[in-house]
């Protein structure tokens, strides 16, 4: 897009006269373009309104068949029980959600036998609350140790030699601590079981993705829509929350200008937005949970030829991922061909700069970056069901950067879309 500062302030100036409000103040000299650009800002927050109407979370039934998911894989990988602590995972399963601190909370599914739960003693009013799926709760005292209340659930259900899988989330001293209370068990990771489940959505799940990708493309046109000359980054980010807030998720959007854009994920230092400056925008939401994960690159004025170009090329690269993207094929292959156009046209190769430093894309559902990724060396087959960013990027060290970021899913027919790419760099959205 490219963003006029001029044209901003006479749309914002235009509303004022359209809506009658301040018409005498803004006949004042030197008032009309402040309270244009104020109240342009409040417009495009005031026009939005909720997107959460209908939204399914997920069923009791589909969570009780990815614990019985869950103890297929552990079959099939030789596991005997999981552990887990707060977390996704956690509440990928049992819609527990629960922070963590040193007093161990946990989950322990065992491949046979009734779930259960450890709690600090003093929290299982609390957790009774929150906990839908089970009823056996082992509570442990202050002066007492939680290792051990593990340990004993695990001989109940029969574990007392064995493997027990400990999600990737689980802290070392929670592992360290069942390890030494246990020493006859085998440690080993559930990312079989857990990126086995989570890695491959449901339609439910793909439903809410989609919700959040709509939400997000809603923040982002306002946000765009209250670019103005001299804004900071922490404005902008301001905006765009708000505008998530009237949408009715919460949600966040980062922006980097100019130069800075040159760094993949930004600067820390202040900078304001100019005439020319290339803008390169990163955000999302959640719904139930579930993440979207959206980036765009436009232009605030008249783009030159070099970022025409290479936004073209970006472009380009994106599409190519998409391709490549079908069931079946190798996660790498989607990096290789984003990356394929990227060096063709002259940058890299590889990974280095000027060019396309990071992977093509990284999956996404319950955490915005999760398992599994596409970038080279990952030739595991890409299945019906997963989720990704397609986000290759072309930096130009201290000039700018380009990224065009839209999720997509995979189906037998190839890769869909939740969002619509960009059509031009004037238009980021269709």
């Not at 006269?17 to 018409?23: E, N, S």
């Not at 491959?200 to 103005?228: F, G, H």
């Not at 902008?236 to 949408?247: G, I, R």
């Amino acid at each position: 897009m490219s963003i006029d500062r001029r044209n901003f302030l006479w749309i914002a100036a235009g509303a004022v006269g359209a809506l009658g409000v301040g018409a005498g103040a803004a006949a004042k000299a030197g008032a009309g373009q402040a309270s244009a650009a104020a109240l342009g800002t409040e417009l495009s927050i005031s026009r939005l309104k909720p997107m959460t109407q209908g939204i399914a979370p997920i069923s009791t039934e589909e969570r009780l068949a990815r614990i019985e998911k869950a103890r297929s894989l552990m079959s099939e990988n030789k596991i005997d029980a999981i552990l887990m602590e707060g977390g996704t995972s956690l509440s990928y399963y049992t819609d527990t959600a629960w922070g963590n601190s040193e007093r161990i909370f946990a989950w322990v599914l065992p491949v046979r036998g009734d779930m259960a739960w450890i709690c600090p003693k003093f929290e299982e009013d609390r957790a009774l609350e929150l906990i839908r799926f089970g009823t056996d709760i082992r509570t442990w005292e202050e002066d007492e140790s939680p290792y051990a209340a593990i340990a004993k659930l695990l001989k109940d259900r029969g574990v007392r030699t064995g493997r027990v899988g400990i999600e990737e989330r689980v802290r070392f001293f929670v592992y360290d601590g069942l390890r030494r209370q246990a020493p006859g068990l085998d440690f080993v990771s559930a990312d079989p079981v857990t990126i086995g489940c989570r890695s491959i959505k449901s339609p439910a799940e793909i439903a809410l993705m989609q919700r959040a990708n709509d939400i997000t493309v809603e923040a982002y046109k306002a946000a765009l829509a209250m670019l103005k000359e001299g804004m900071t980054k922490g404005e902008f980010s301001a905006n765009a929350a708000a505008a998530f807030s009237a949408l009715g998720a919460s949600g966040g959007i980062g922006a980097s200008f100019g130069e800075q854009s040159s760094l993949p994920h930004g600067s820390i230092k202040p900078r304001t937005l100019k005439e020319g400056d290339v803008i390169l925008m990163d955000g999302g939401c959640g719904i139930e949970g579930y993440r979207s994960d959206v980036s765009r690159t436009v232009v605030f004025g008249k783009p030159i030829k070099k970022q025409l170009d290479v936004w073209n090329l970006e472009k380009k690269a994106q599409f190519a991922a998409f391709k490549a993207a079908k069931a079946g094929a190798p996660h790498e292959a989607v990096d290789a061909a984003a990356r394929k156009v990227i060096t063709d046209a002259g940058y890299g190769p590889s990974y280095k700069i000027p060019g396309l430093p990071h992977r093509t894309g990284h999956g996404i559902g319950l955490d915005g970056h999760e398992w599994t990724y596409l970038v080279k060396g990952n030739k595991a087959p890409l299945q019906p069901g997963m989720c990704f960013t397609n986000e290759p990027m072309i930096v130009i060290p201290r000039e700018f950067g380009v990224r065009l970021e839209d999720d997509m899913y995979i189906t037998e027919g190839g890769a869909k879309w939740f969002t619509e790419p960009s059509p031009s760099i004037e238009r980021p959205f269709v």
